[in-house]
């Protein structure tokens, strides 16, 4: 069973930046597209941004483009999320999650796996 576990949320100022850790286990950061979502109050959850299994594509939705970068360690099992110029707006619960289709054209709404979010705030 793939186990996912967020850390790295906070409460951070408008502009700041904030790095996000999913450690994964049951299962490989190589063998699964990997990503995360944010879900905010009163809204559905959203993608924000994927990395491909296979050599390593990213994914980004348009809102964090430019500001994100998501990253895998291999060694570490791990799946990062640098937040980068933060806006109040990005105020949400971010989810790890493993295992859904992308393409090049499909952002996924749904994964096989999900993590138990944390929690990022941006005071403005």
């Known amino acids: 069973q793939v186990q996912l576990v967020e850390s790295g949320g906070a409460l951070v100022q408008a502009g700041g930046s904030l790095r996000l850790s999913c450690a994964v286990s049951g299962g490989t950061v190589r063998t699964y597209n990997m990503g995360w979502f944010r879900q905010a109050p009163g809204k559905e959850r959203e993608f924000v941004a994927a990395i491909i299994w296979s050599g390593g594509t990213t994914y980004y939705a348009d809102s964090v483009k430019g500001r994100f970068t998501i990253s895998r360690d291999n060694a570490k099992n791990t799946v990062y999320l640098q937040m980068n110029s933060l806006k109040p707006e990005d105020t949400a619960v971010y989810y790890c999650?493993?295992?859904?289709?992308?393409?090049?054209?499909?952002?996924?709404?749904?994964?096989?796996?999900w993590g138990q979010g944390t929690q990022v705030t941006v005071s403005s």
């Open positions: 999650a493993a295992r859904f289709r992308i393409t090049s054209t499909y952002y996924p709404t749904s994964s096989d796996y």
